[in-house]
């Protein structure tokens, strides 16, 4: 810990609102704010640590982020000026840097060169990390979390998806991690270039459920044993830190945290028909041996798994709706803009309903997914809205996909607008469990 | 941000509920039957629902309360007022039967138009009445700027003439607000509302309708044969000011669009509730664990319909926020009222289906639901109306552009 709090966190936003990449978004008065408002409320910058996952310092017990509370009970559609200022930001950074990278980044499979570099200036993993370990978070977020998560997949999804993957793992490692485990990873997250992380969760299968993984853990010794297959695992090929779903013997599902380069461990890309740009990959693991302390969480903190796979959903839910938001986006300016017959085709109520229809269920799924996201973030009880969120958003994710294509007919099958990859993404994103978490 | 309900707005939903539970169902397969029988029970909860408005110094909820909240120039943080309380209140009463509560005594549609458009002095002289709406002709219904009922200033009154359908509670209320063109020829600015009390001379029910469902609410025709209405009866702004032009009257519907789709929440909920019940019996639980594709078919037929309706109820709930917070929401109050006829709608039928011969017939209201829900998506706007006003609003396009 530094021994000068406020020093310490005048220098990370000098970082911040100094970087030529927000001074190149024109989000410098954001940055001030920002500033402002993490000033005021005296947060910290932790110790720099190397990435190699030393304990750097002890923690004598876990830090919990705590609850939010909804100071006035009321039902309110607001965000707070601090979401307003992320928001902002997000969205500026959307914008410049995802849209015109997406494109490539599809191709590719991959994130563009430098990608890394400009998200760590955005600070957003710091968001995620408590302050006790070098980062700015003090209570739970997950609605910030799923508004962030709705203005970057409007730029695209796949990057939005990488951007993102390695948070959900900081975000599962504060939930439930031991004091230990947040210790030992957790700083990584808040610093200049953080790891590249992802949960995996879902198995190459049809019919795949997440209450029923064949991914198998067993006790071996004092550690475990871990079989089995893993599959849409953003960063796979990459990734420094794996939070792995297994069914432990005679336990349940459990997560274990899987460090790169551990034996057995075998990972290949596996490209998906959307979000490629997450370089989508496979895992295989073959005998596997984790040490007794890879498994997330100690005794009464050990990971909630269902609570895992909700809030994982409400983060693909949230990208969803950005995707969607962007279909509706650019079907209205090119309906209005092409013309057949002699006027505009969005002169034309066959053409309207539809565009009217893809606003009414895209209002739809966000607003699920932000009421599954506040009472999350509440500390209510939140799996049948997460559930019926998932559902709505997969079930209208794949119609507003199909009638974004069908408006633009034959220039929605061709790569030169962006349709065709939101139809990809949100097929994608309806079929994958895991990969973020919020 | 926070999507839950207000604890401080508990009381009144639980409230409704009771009234549902204790006064509506127990009647409501009464008055599907008895078409056009007054259901006297309801004089009763009238007036305990007067009283409770009248003392609520929160403003109060029903049809006779809605209004757009002016914004206030300062910041004084955010309301859930008046709207959001009717349409949770609704919601609770239509769970119980639409239909009766449709024909409340005072908290007619006509009441809320007048909530809408009247003055100060109107309000206090149409205070405690129940008012009807009277806007569709045989030649005029979702195209309402071409109302061929006319009221044609003569003095001290202006005389209508004119033949008006679909007027709900038309038959039972006390006044009629009556839709009618100062000029035929001056389109849609022409159009001014008119409150008529019952007994006016030349003011005629000529019939109620024999329909699918709401039948516990009576839905008349009236005629207008020189029918001398006093000129302080005219709701709002008598000049015909074409820049303004149906604003005045069109505002009404932005503040009963969420009320029926609040309606809509109720029949459909009713349904899914006890469809739910009658397939615990078949052993279908229904506990969101399975995915959607491993649950049973009837299953996952339950979780797509609980989802539709959870995005109507947040949809009108948040249409209702807006109204409430003077934030305009002309859009988003066809949105909820958009998804929320269609999502009762199918609601009810499918659960009809699932619930086989037992949602068919008689012992269960399932039917009853399944032939109400319909009202649901057409009146106050039908669907196809509701995805012009949200078309135009997206693509920003005037009438004239997208017809």
């Known amino acids: ?438 | 941000m926070n999507l839950e309900i207000p604890k401080k707005l508990k009381p009144l939903v639980d409230q409704a509920h009771v009234v549902a539970t204790e006064i509506f169902r127990p009647i409501s397969r009464k008055y599907d039957c008895a078409e056009h029988e007054y259901p006297f029970e309801l004089d009763m909860l009238a007036s305990v629902m007067d009283g409770m408005n009248e003392g609520d110094a929160g403003g109060g909820a029903g049809a006779g309360k809605l209004r757009q909240e002016k914004k206030s120039g300062e910041k004084s943080g955010v309301r859930n007022g008046t709207n959001m309380a009717t349409v949770l209140g609704l919601t609770e009463l239509c769970w119980g039967d639409v239909g009766l509560a449709l024909t409340i005594p005072r908290q007619g549609l006509g009441n809320a138009a007048i909530a809408a458009v009247a003055n100060e002095e109107q309000l206090k002289r149409f205070k405690g009445c129940w008012a009807s709406m009277a806007i569709s002709e045989p030649g005029a219904g979702s195209d309402s700027a071409a109302i061929r009922t006319t009221a044609i200033k003569d003095g001290d009154h202006y005389v209508l003439n004119g033949e008006k359908i679909f007027i709900t509670a038309g038959g039972r209320s006390d006044v009629v607000v009556v839709w009618a063109t100062l000029d035929p020829s001056a389109g849609r600015a022409a159009i001014k509302s008119f409150a008529v009390q019952k007994g006016t001379p030349g003011m005629q029910l000529v019939r109620l309708d024999h329909k699918l469902g709401i039948r516990a609410s009576d839905t008349a025709t009236i005629t207008f044969t020189d029918c001398r209405v006093p000129k302080e009866n005219l709701l709002g702004n008598p000049e015909i000011d074409v820049k303004a032009g149906f604003g005045g009257v069109m505002q009404t519907f932005d503040n009963t669009r969420p009320v029926v789709a609040a309606m809509a929440l109720g029949v459909g909920r009713a349904s899914l509730e006890r469809t739910k019940e009658l397939l615990k019996e078949r052993g279908i639980l229904g506990g969101y664990e399975r995915t959607l594709f491993g649950s049973t078919s009837a299953e996952a037929e339950l979780y797509r319909m609980e989802a539709d309706l959870e995005a109507a109820r947040l949809l009108t709930i948040k249409a209702a926020w807006m109204a409430d917070n003077g934030i305009p929401n002309s859009k988003e109050a066809s949105m909820a009222k958009a998804k929320a006829g269609r999502a009762a709608n199918h609601i009810t039928l499918r659960c009809l289906q699932l619930c086989a011969s037992v949602g068919a017939t008689e012992t269960e209201l399932l039917e009853k639901w399944a032939r109400d829900s319909k009202m649901l998506d057409i009146f106050e706007g039908t669907q196809q109306i509701q995805l012009l006003i949200i078309a135009r609003r997206l693509l920003g396009k005037s009438s004239a552009e997208l017809r």
């Open chain 1, 1 to 438: 810990m530094s021994k000068n709090p406020m020093a310490a966190s005048l220098s990370m936003l000098n970082r911040f609102s100094g970087s030529p990449l927000v001074q190149k978004l024109g989000i410098y008065k954001s940055a001030q704010k920002v500033a402002h408002v993490a000033v005021r409320e005296g947060f910290r910058a932790g110790a720099m640590v190397a990435r190699q996952w030393n304990q750097a310092q002890k923690l004598i017990r876990p830090e919990r982020l705590a609850t939010a509370k909804n100071p006035t009970d009321l039902f309110d559609l607001n965000v707070t000026e601090e979401q307003q200022m992320i928001r902002d930001t997000a969205q500026r950074f959307a914008r410049e840097v995802l849209r015109p990278a997406a494109y490539a980044a599809d191709a590719a499979c991959a994130v563009p060169e430098g990608f890394e570099a400009q998200l760590a200036e955005l600070g957003l993993a710091s968001f995620a990390v408590p302050e006790a370990l070098g980062g700015a978070a003090n209570e739970a977020s997950v609605v910030t979390g799923a508004l962030v998560a709705e203005d970057l997949a409007h730029g695209d999804v796949g990057l939005a998806l990488a951007a993102l993957a390695p948070i959900g793992v900081a975000n599962a490692l504060v939930r439930w991690g031991s004091a230990d485990q947040q210790a030992k990873y957790l700083p990584a997250f808040a610093e200049g270039t953080p790891p590249r992380a992802a949960i995996a969760i879902a198995e190459p299968r049809p019919l795949f459920d997440p209450n029923e993984l064949r991914t198998r853990a067993t006790m071996d010794g004092d550690g475990f044993l871990l079989k089995g297959e893993k599959s849409l695992v953003p960063l796979a090929e990459s990734a420094d830190l794996l939070l792995i779903a297994a069914s432990l013997v005679g336990k349940g599902p459990r997560i274990f945290i899987v460090e790169r380069g551990t034996p057995g461990v075998k990972v290949s890309a596996d490209p998906a028909l959307g979000a490629r740009a997450a370089g989508l990959g496979r895992i295989v693991l073959e005998d596997v041996r984790l040490p007794s302390h890879a498994i997330l969480g100690e005794g009464v903190d050990v990971c909630d798994f269902t609570e895992l796979v909700d809030l994982s959903r409400i983060g693909l839910c949230a990208l969803a709706v950005g995707a969607a938001q962007g279909v509706l986006d650019y079907t209205i300016q090119y309906c209005n803009d092409r013309k057949a017959f002699g006027e505009p085709i969005s002169n034309r109520q066959a053409v309207a309903f539809m565009i009217a229809n893809i606003g009414i269920e895209l209002e739809s799924m966000r607003l699920l997914t932000q009421r599954a996201a506040s009472r999350a973030e509440q500390g209510l009880p939140f799996h049948r809205e997460a559930y019926l969120a998932r559902v709505l958003c997969m079930e209208k994710g794949m119609e507003i996909g199909t009638n974004g294509v069908q408006l633009l007919g034959g220039h929605g099958f061709i790569k030169e607008h962006p349709v065709e990859r939101w139809y990809r993404d949100l097929m994608a994103l309806s079929v994958m469990e895991g990969g973020l978490l919020l």
